[in-house]
């Protein structure tokens, strides 16, 4: 009699189990499209009713002792978007639920920026790794926080040809103009004076600490045979340190020098090349700016090199100078190893900082909490965080996604298993139930 009553309770406890292993299967099922998601398994264990002490030891059915999460490597898809990220390896990308929230984990990478500017998952958490220029630790990360480069021009070279025919002016009849910074409200010389002087000028774009925009113009004049004599200028409403005056020249000079000293001397030989060439890393003028909109003294390091000197019309070959100006981010772009390069329009890139992931001891011990997200536990051990591609940690794919672990065909299998298995323990509650019908009707 009592084997028949553990047999209801067996039967129970089977309906229960399996209806628990059908619902992991069928949220299995419904993930199948989900980002970053990994399948889980019920785990079925036998349990006891009695007997342990006479040796007859009566089983009292099954119960799930646990849903495992299988972490395995999902397949992964290209999708050609730059935030979206794919981890091929080790690893979980850390996330936070505001700055300083709880943190949790998860493999899902589809992620996007908000309106101020940090890099998020679809719940607006924000992704954590390494900042440029921050603490080290595990931190959210800001694409409008960038370190630029190269912001301040620091070195001109220019390159061309003069025209030996040209006719020639006597140094003392250039016009005199004030130096940078010594000129204010100064209109005597216009550009217009230095350009009937010239046989050719040219104009270079710098930039200063501040990332503003300024004009350089190189005056040419040709003041005797294979000899000519290079004057830059830049413009008074940039240097003058009173008055309104706006479009007049001021001259370049070295630091603290006379109006000579910004004069720079070509000479050439009967073969048309350059005689005077300062050596490598010297410039033919250290020049020193002074701008008056709070930025500070440029210095600049201007050379011409390499310059001809053929009975052919004056020319520029080229202009390079180091200066970037201030840009704003166009586009990002993320390397395997995680970090993470601003494309601004300036043409520079910055380095904005690295994408983090966190691994586990046991990977197998985090718990779902929905949203595609786990959270630590006793049985997963501490975090260890690092950058992609370092450590036992994998490597980062920008423009991919990793897809779900889920096996449909699996899944489908499984639920045959396991209705048959709910089938058949509806049916030992009912034959014993008719057992039962069977006592009862002997009396």
């Known amino acids: ?12 406890a089977g309906i229960s189990s399996h209806g628990t292993a059908i619902a992991v299967s069928g949220d299995n099922i419904s993930n199948a499209s989900t980002v970053g998601y990994k399948a889980t398994r019920a785990e079925f264990m036998d349990m006891i009713a009695c007997g342990q002490a006479t040796g007859k030891i009566t089983g009292a059915g099954s119960a799930i002792n646990n849903v495992s999460n299988i972490m ?51 719940d607006n958490y ?13 931190e959210a990360i800001n694409v409008n926080t960038i370190s630029q480069n190269s912001i301040s021009t620091k070195q001109i070279t220019i390159s061309g040809n003069l025209n030996s025919s040209a006719p020639i002016v006597k140094a003392a009849d250039i016009p005199d103009v004030p130096i940078a910074g010594q000129g204010s409200g100064s209109t005597a010389v216009s550009y217009a004076d230095l350009n009937d002087a010239a046989e050719f000028s040219t104009v270079v774009e710098i930039y200063d600490s501040l990332g503003a925009a300024h004009s350089v113009t190189y005056y040419y004049f040709h003041t005797g045979n294979n000899q000519y ?36 001397d070509m000479k050439f030989t009967s073969a048309g090349t350059r005689d005077n060439v300062p ?37 520029i070959i080229s202009i390079a ?37 966190v691994n586990f001891a046991n990977t197998e011990g985090l718990v779902r909490v929905g949203g595609q997200l786990l959270q630590q536990t006793p049985a997963s051990g501490e975090p260890i965080a690092g950058t992609p591609d370092s450590g036992t940690l994998g490597t980062l794919h920008s423009g991919s996604l990793e897809l779900s672990t889920v096996d449909l065909a699996n899944e489908f299998i499984k639920l045959i298993t396991l209705q048959r298995g709910y089938q058949a323990n509806s049916r030992i509650i009912s034959t014993i139930d008719q057992l039962l019908n069977e006592i009862i009707q002997l009396a």
Do not use: C
């Open 229 to 264: 004599q290079v004057r830059g200028y830049v413009n008074s409403q940039d240097v003058d340190t009173s008055g309104d005056v706006s479009g007049y020249p001021r001259l370049v000079t070295i630091a603290g020098g006379q109006a000579s000293d910004g004069y720079v």
């Open 1 to 12: 009699m009592t084997s028949i009553i553990n047999g209801l309770f067996s039967g129970r």
């Open 279 to 315: 050596p490598p890393g010297t410039p033919d003028l250290r020049a020193s700016i002074a701008w008056n909109n709070g930025s500070s003294t440029s210095t600049i390091n201007m050379k011409m090199d390499p310059f001809t000197q053929y009975s052919s019309p004056s020319n």
């Open 321 to 357: 100078q180091d200066g970037q100006g201030v840009g704003s981010v166009e586009s990002l772009s993320i390397e395997e190893d995680g970090e993470i390069f601003a494309i601004l329009s300036n043409g520079q890139t910055a380095t904005i900082g690295y994408i983090g992931l």
């Open 72 to 122: 395995e490597q999902g397949t992964l898809e290209t999708t050609g978007r730059v935030l979206d990220l794919a981890i091929d390896g080790n690893g979980y990308f850390a996330v936070s639920h505001g700055i300083g929230g709880g943190r949790y984990y998860s493999r899902a990478g589809n992620f996007k920026i908000d309106a101020d500017g940090y890099i998020v998952n679809q």
């Open 126 to 138: 924000n992704v954590l790794g390494f900042p440029d220029g921050g603490t080290g630790t595990l």
